[in-house]
């Protein structure tokens, strides 16, 4: 049988091959009825309202958003930080007798992190009706169990000789665990912690979309009553957000790069915890949300086994798993070739600066805004899914190029350059190549979350278990709301797992070149 290699930098290419059925299904379906309206929306981008009643609402609505999102983080964080130790194997090495309860802890937080923060939100708003707490809610959930196992494996990976040297001078348990565990936790607060806020912010952007309220609500409002220099008023100030923060979270990179004194760090960390959860609810109060409003508790019926079975024979449960799955290869393929091919493509300073500001703002949309647009002109179905999830991720997957791989070392790059070799040569192998596993280890993670996210396109598109979760929940189906939830988390675990086989796979074959395949 013969082998062929494939350049590894050249598999990062091959997933924009979605490209191909998605736009043969949307040309199929396209009409120029909206044509229109998307020239409309387009020159409104430069022509924003400036109407003060306008600014002051969007004003008002971004405030309850960051604000939310802040609280929401700093929550999360901290539960995710304490989660993420308690089911480290390396937390019950001197408790041996003990170890199964962080192995339990595991499993336990694979079920909330399964479930989109848009799921738990559309769940919560159906039992405790609109209320703020619930947003928070919803988002706190799943990315404190997200946190947490980002912790807990960073943790796992960490050289446990350190411990045992210590353990054989005579120190205590607690006192050899936090002195190999503290230095290691740095990392993870300052970079991981940067990368959840503005995901965050995301979240509590999407979910005013799905009516709870912030610059969400403002956004959807507009598109649908097609107000679009009203809605750019909306989206510049959320891109001026974005770009202040990717700014604080460069410098917080730089700044942790130097020595660090870690009893004043981490006493920096609890009063910082203190102070954000402080600042956020004066911050929400003075906007005049009601943080003390009741939740508005609706009792449930709770359907009997029998019913759960029989929604599960009614539910046409193999089309809506082949249309999510089918949603998140597609999705994914458009996220993680595309960033590469605009990076070789459209080498250069000036070029990488412009695709910087480019990621950041197709980060800031949600992608139920852009499916609508894409809906203008086209007829539902599954692509249209695909490309807006597909559009927002490629994004992330930008942003990880711009950021990791030319932040590296460049002396490869500089070689070629200084050879003769022209701009995107050298861009390819210099730059892309001696980070490209690096790259598909992130791109596998990303499959995993987009997984996730295609519950916020179905509640939205008409297509996959979203879409069954939201009809289901609009008639009040319990039954088939435990079914499809269930269902929901089960591929999401499953899809967790491949993706964590394919990321480690990447970052083991980090000195390969290339990849073997049989043909």
């Not at 960073?154 to 348990?173: E, F, H, M, V, Y």
């Not at 809605?231 to 974005?242: A, H, K, N, T």
């Not at 009893?263 to 003075?286: E, M």
């Not at 692509?383 to 942003?399: D, E, H, K, Q």
Request: aromatic letters at 12%; one cysteine or more; hydrophobic letters at 50%.
């Amino acid at each position: 049988m013969k082998l062929t290699k494939i350049a590894v930098p050249l598999i990062t290419f091959l997933p924009s091959i979605a490209y191909i059925p998605i736009l043969i299904e949307i040309l199929k379906g396209i009409h120029f009825g909206g044509l229109n309206i998307i020239l409309s929306l387009i020159t409104s981008a430069l022509n924003p309202s400036l109407n003060p009643i306008v600014l002051k609402s969007a004003w008002n609505g971004l405030q309850i958003t960051v604000a939310t999102a802040l609280l929401s983080w700093t929550i999360s964080m901290f539960t995710g930080l304490v989660l993420g130790i308690l089911s480290s194997d390396i937390f019950w090495k001197g408790y041996n007798k003990y170890s199964f309860i962080g192995k339990l802890l595991k499993i336990v937080l694979a079920i909330p992190r399964s479930i989109h923060e848009v799921i738990w939100g559309i769940l919560f708003i159906q039992i405790l009706g609109l209320n703020i707490w619930v947003a928070i809610l919803a988002i706190v959930i799943p990315y404190s169990a997200l946190t947490a196992r980002v912790v807990s494996e960073q943790l796992d990976n960490i050289d446990i000789k350190p411990l045992i040297a210590l353990r054989l001078t005579g120190a205590k348990s607690i006192t050899s665990l936090t002195a190999i565990l503290c230095p290691k936790l740095i990392p993870i607060l300052s970079t991981y912690g940067g990368y959840r806020l503005e995901c965050s912010i995301r979240s509590a952007t999407l979910l005013g979309v799905f009516g709870l309220g912030g610059i969400g609500t403002e956004l959807y409002l507009t598109l649908q009553s097609l107000e679009f220099r009203e809605m750019w008023s909306c989206l510049w100030m959320i891109f001026g957000v974005m770009i202040s923060l990717e700014s604080l979270l460069n410098w917080m990179r730089y700044s942790s790069n130097k020595e660090i004194n870690l009893k004043r760090y981490y006493t920096g960390i609890i009063y910082t915890f203190l102070l954000t959860i402080l600042i956020s609810l004066t911050w929400l109060y003075f906007r005049e949300v009601d943080l003390f409003t009741p939740f508005n508790i609706t009792s449930i019926y709770l359907p009997t086994i029998s019913e759960i079975k029989q929604a599960y024979l009614e539910l046409p449960l193999l089309n809506l798993i082949f249309s999510t799955i089918l949603i998140t290869f597609l999705a994914s393929g458009i996220a993680i070739g595309t960033p590469p091919l605009i990076l070789i493509y459209f080498p250069g300073k000036l070029s990488r600066k412009i695709q910087s500001i480019f990621w950041i703002f197709l980060r800031l949309i949600p992608p139920p805004l852009t499916a609508i647009v894409i809906l203008f002109f086209t007829s539902p179905n599954i692509s249209v899914a695909a490309l807006a999830l597909g559009i927002t991720n490629m994004g992330v997957m930008g942003r990880l190029l711009t950021d990791s791989l030319y932040n590296k070392s460049k002396g490869i790059y500089i070689a070629m350059r200084n050879t003769g070799s022209n701009e995107k040569s050298a861009t390819l192998y210099g730059i892309l190549s001696p980070k490209t596993n690096t790259y598909l280890a992130y791109a596998s993670y990303r499959t995993d979350v987009l997984l996730r996210e295609t519950a916020i396109i179905g509640a939205v598109g008409g297509v996959g278990l979203g879409w069954q979760l939201q009809e289901s929940l609009s008639s009040f189906d319990w039954a088939q709301v435990i079914v499809i939830t269930s269902v929901f988390a089960l591929i999401t675990i499953s899809g967790e797992f491949l993706c964590d086989i394919s990321r480690k796979y990447w970052l083991r074959t980090t000195t390969n070149n290339s990849l073997t395949l049989s043909t």
